[in-house]
T-cell receptor, first 117, second 117 residues
Framework: GQQLNQSPQSMFIQEGEDVSMNCTSS?????WLWYKQDPGEGPVLLIA?????ELTSNGRLTAQFGITRKDSFLNISASIPSDVGIYFC?????????????????FGKGTKLSVKP | DADVTQTPRNRITKTGKRIMLECSQT?????MYWYRQDPGLGLRLIYY???????NKGEISDGYSVSRQAQAKFSLSLESAIPNQTALYFC????????????????FGPGTRLTVL
């Protein structure tokens, strides 16, 4: 089935640094979603992308829908301590793997952001 | 008040016990989902429901069952819990498919941490 591969798996940030992460697939996706999960909480939607090449911002976060439709990038500028957490990319499977209905999502395994010791 | 609530937030049980996890939402969404999260594996879809009369299996439905009691309520049952079902469980909701794209944007509850001894 379709898979989303996120990199890096984990990274350490120092306050003020810019952070970049990406999500790739061997298959085409028509929608890319980026979620953040804080410890002990459910994932929260950060940015949704619907068009190849689209660049969308949400505060210090910027995400792009790759032109090939097989990747997406999330950048965080001037990171702050509350940016720590796990960032997931997600998208609806293009081929009907899960019962043939739209609205189901595949998730990457996440990129974990931690503070540099 | 939270839009998507899950009860209980934490549960410890023994192998062989029947367990029910409940999810309620006030978002008025028709679609509801149950996911399981294991460390390093991201979120995997267990079951989903697009309306009260619609139930569909997800990627990892074996050992689980669900009930959609009303538009706002979707429960997940483990008929005979086993230790490898120890995980975080998340309920999510989304709008129905329309000419827009919002049905891909899922909103998550805070999760239930289940431990099976």
């Amino acid at each position: 089935g379709q898979q989303l591969n996120q990199s890096p798996q984990s990274m350490f940030i120092q306050e003020g640094e810019d952070v970049s992460m990406n999500c790739t697939s061997s298959s085409i996706f028509n929608t890319w979603l980026w979620y953040k999960q804080d410890p002990g909480e459910g994932p929260v939607l950060l940015i949704a992308l619907y068009k190849a090449g689209e660049l969308t911002s949400n505060g210090r976060l910027t995400a792009q829908f790759g032109i090939t439709r097989k990747d997406s990038f999330l950048n965080i500028s001037a990171s702050i301590p509350s940016d720590v957490g796990i960032y997931f990319c997600a998208g609806p499977p293009t081929f009907m793997n899960y019962g043939g209905s739209q609205g189901n999502l595949i998730f990457g395994k996440g990129t974990k952001l931690s503070v540099k010791p | 008040d939270a839009d998507v609530t899950q009860t209980p937030r934490n549960r410890i049980t023994k192998t062989g016990k029947r367990i029910m996890l409940e999810c309620s939402q006030t978002k008025g969404h028709d679609r509801m989902y149950w996911y399981r999260q294991d460390p390093g594996l991201g979120l995997r879809l267990i079951y989903y429901s697009f309306d009260v009369k619609d139930i569909n299996k997800g990627e990892i439905s074996d050992g689980y069952s669900v009930s959609r009691q009303a538009q706002a309520k979707f429960s997940l049952s483990l008929e005979s819990a086993i230790p490898n079902q120890t995980a975080l469980y998340f309920c999510a909701t989304s709008e129905p498919g329309t000419s827009g794209r919002s049905y891909n944007e899922q909103f998550f509850g805070p999760g239930t941490r289940l431990t099976v001894l």
